[in-house]
């Protein structure tokens, strides 16, 4: 399948050398590789320089407010669980203002992609710090170094059980592709984590940064102990899928809920509440 079919027909404006354009070639290999259907996907960005992507690629899309991929995902998904639902933004998006949804995402596991940006730096409003800036870090609002420690996101979501955890980068876009396809075929909750640098902003995580320290191993995905193991190493950043596992999904355990109230009026639903 042509992944020309998914561009839309407005070209990216990200700064030359920005590690977005990656992502966006990616997920155009990885919705090719699924060879899903235009108008059976939704793709949900947030706000961001990464929040663009939504207007890049040609499926029904959702630029929703900041810190609110998750939600908005997740609505699309319930009320129609037959489309293919991604959501896609930056680690300020995500791991900032939005953080506190990847937990209740994971507790539900929806059958939802979600790819972070992760610049390590909040790069449309100019390069302040953000959750996964380094501390010690030179930020513009941080010129005499970051005060905070950095989030360690990986370890984050197998903290959750997120039930597919992969980390890409964007220096081998058909890597990062594979990836984007495994977790959009998981059936639950699967994050891609990308590392992904702003050549403007961010002066320390750059290609060559990554270069030094991806590490492309084969593990054992359904050895969490192993991905905890991973997720600690401060010297090198594993690319791969780190975890998964199979559980019921969101779906699947609303259905349940439908089978056990069965169909009822509403009227009836009322008259329950009646005192
Ligand atoms: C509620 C709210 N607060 C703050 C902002 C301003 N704002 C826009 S983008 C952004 C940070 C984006 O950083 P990130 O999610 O890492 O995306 P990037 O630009 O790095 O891709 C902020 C703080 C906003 N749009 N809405
Ligand atoms: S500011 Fe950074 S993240 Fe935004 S488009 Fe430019 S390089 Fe990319
Ligand atoms: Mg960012």
Redesign the pocket.
């Known amino acids: 399948m042509k992944l020309d079919i998914f561009k839309s027909t407005k070209d990216p404006i990200w700064c030359v050398g920005c590690g977005d354009f990656s992502v966006y070639n990616a997920l155009l290999r990885a919705l090719a590789i699924r060879e899903l259907d235009q108008k059976n996907v939704a793709l949900v960005s ?6 663009q992507i939504a207007a890049y690629v040609s499926v029904n899309g959702f630029h929703t ?2 810190g609110r991929v998750l939600p908005t995902a997740q609505a699309i998904k319930y009320a129609n669980p037959k489309l293919t639902v991604i959501g896609a ?5 995500g791991l900032g ?1 939005g953080g506190g949804h990847i937990s209740h995402t994971a507790k539900r596991n929806p059958d939802i992609t979600y790819i972070i ?1 992760d ?1 390590s ?5 100019k390069g302040q710090a ?1 959750p996964t800036t380094p501390c010690e870090q030179k930020t513009s609002t941080t010129p005499y170094g970051n005060f905070e420690d950095n989030l360690n996101p990986i370890a984050m979501y197998l903290a959750y059980d997120v039930s597919f955890v992969a980390q890409g980068w964007t220096l081998e876009p058909q890597g990062l592709a594979e990836l984007i396809a495994q977790a959009i075929e998981h059936p639950g909750f699967a994050i891609v984590h990308v590392r992904d640098p ?1 050549p403007t902003y961010n002066k320390v995580m750059t290609k060559e940064y990554l270069k030094e320290r991806v590490v492309k191993g084969t593990y054992d995905p359904t050895n969490k102990l192993q991905a905890f193991e991973l997720s600690q190493d401060s010297e090198k950043i594993h690319i791969g899928v780190l975890y998964k596992t199979f559980k019921p999904t969101a779906e699947q355990r609303l259905d349940k809920i439908r089978e056990k109230a069965g169909k009822k009026e509403l009227t009836e639903i009322f008259n329950e509440f009646k005192v």
């Open positions: 947030g706000i961001g320089c990464s929040g407010i900041h933004g930056g680690d300020g998006d203002i940006m610049n730096i909040y790069g449309l409003t953000s702003c």
